[in-house]
Every structure is written in C-alpha cells, then in structure tokens.
C-alpha cells in the first residue's frame, strides 16, 4: 500500500505540474521576470514565512513524540532566520527598504494562506496540520529544483534560486514527509480525508501565491 505523501503527490500532480510551468516560475528560470513581480513576490513571501513559522510552532507543540516537537520548533526557527536572511540579502539586493515592508500588508492571498495554515495547526489534530504544512516544503523543493536546472549562471534571480535548491532543505523536507507518513500510518480513515484536504487546499494556495505576485495583486478595496 501506497504512503499518505505518494497519494497525495499522486491526487495532486497535475495541480504541481500547472505550478511548476507557470509564467512566475518559466520567467525566473529564464531570468526574464519584472522586477517589479519579483519584488513584490519576497516582500509577501516575506510576510509569509512569519506565518508559517507560527504555524510551525503550533504543529510542534501537538507533536506526538519529543522529536516531533524538536523537528518542527527547529523548522520553525529556520523559517524564522530565512525571513530576516531576506531582509539583510535580498530586500537590499533588490531595493526593498525596511520601512517600505513595513508598510506593505499582506496581500488577500498572503493573509487567507497564513490564515489556512494557523487555523488548521490551531484547530486540527497534529496529522492534519502537518498535512497543510507540506506542500509550502514539497513543492517548493520540485520547483526549485526544476528552475535551478534550467536556469542559466547569469540569471538575475540565481542566488534566490539556490537558496531552494540546496541539499540542506531538500534534506528538511525528507524528513517532514517521514514525519507525516508516520503518523499516517495509525491515525483514523477520517483524519486521512483531514489530511488529503489539507494539502490540497495548500497546494492550491501555492499555486495561488505565485500568481498573485506575478499580477502584482493587491486588495482591490
């Protein structure tokens, strides 16, 4: 029988495939994305990993054994450091001022995502918000692998896309789907359905976020 993480791989290829070529990730892997897309994608994405990191510190205090508690508090103390590693790199990189981030909220799909993540790690079972946690691993681990063996040396984005492609994150994402296909393995049918549900609707904010940087989307009111 199949592991939780290759169904919901499996159930969900096409929506990672659709991510994958989509015109945010085709134009940084050609170096030909709008700065203006790029900047506004790492000030959200930005936002974004405090969430996730708070989410992290939820997940990690439901774990169902010390080293679960020890794996995702120390995920979320690399989410954490990633974060303000944009924030001394890339935001001076690419002319982002500490008051400008400030100043930028989150954009609707940033804010229902961060949302999703911490009322799931909040209110569901510790399977379920790992589950949801997943995809913002997995998926960005095969699109950056993709985009770094395909882009050029003096692509304009290269130091953003070797930070996804390293062996250390792709080692930490091995062992969030050992952790999740673990627990898998003895929670109930219906936490299985939790489980599914929560990584789609992830995998689809995935896609959504990409996307919303590369129309430079904002609140519309």
């Not at 924030?87 to 989150?106: G, I, P, W, Y």
Request: proline share 3%; net charge negative.
């Amino acid at each position: 029988m199949s592991t939780f993480s290759q169904q919901a791989w499996d159930r969900n290829l096409r929506l990672y495939e659709t991510t994958r070529d989509m015109p945010f990730n085709r134009e940084l892997s050609e170096g030909t994305l709008k700065k203006e897309a790029f900047r506004h994608y790492m000030i959200q994405d930005a936002h974004y990993l405090e969430g996730f990191a708070r989410a992290l510190s939820l997940v990690s205090a439901k774990g169902l054994t010390a080293d679960h508690v020890v794996q995702f508090a120390e995920a979320a103390a690399v989410a954490i450091v990633v974060e303000r590693s944009l924030h001394a790199e890339f935001f001076k990189t690419f002319d982002v001022s500490e008051e400008e981030f400030q100043q930028t909220e989150r954009t609707p799909v940033c804010d229902h995502y961060v949302g999703f993540l911490l009322s799931t790690a909040a209110l569901q079972p510790f399977e379920v918000g790992l589950a949801g946690l997943l995809p913002c691993f997995w998926i960005y681990r095969e699109v950056g692998h993709h985009i770094h063996k395909h882009a050029s040396q003096n692509n304009p984005y290269r130091a953003w896309i070797d930070t996804y492609a390293g062996e250390d994150f792709s080692a930490a994402v091995d062992r969030v789907i050992a952790a999740l296909d673990q627990v898998a393995e003895t929670t109930s049918a219906m936490n299985i359905d939790l489980m599914h549900a929560a990584y789609r609707r992830s995998a689809q904010l995935e896609w959504m976020f990409w996307d919303g940087a590369y129309r430079q989307a904002h609140w519309p009111a």
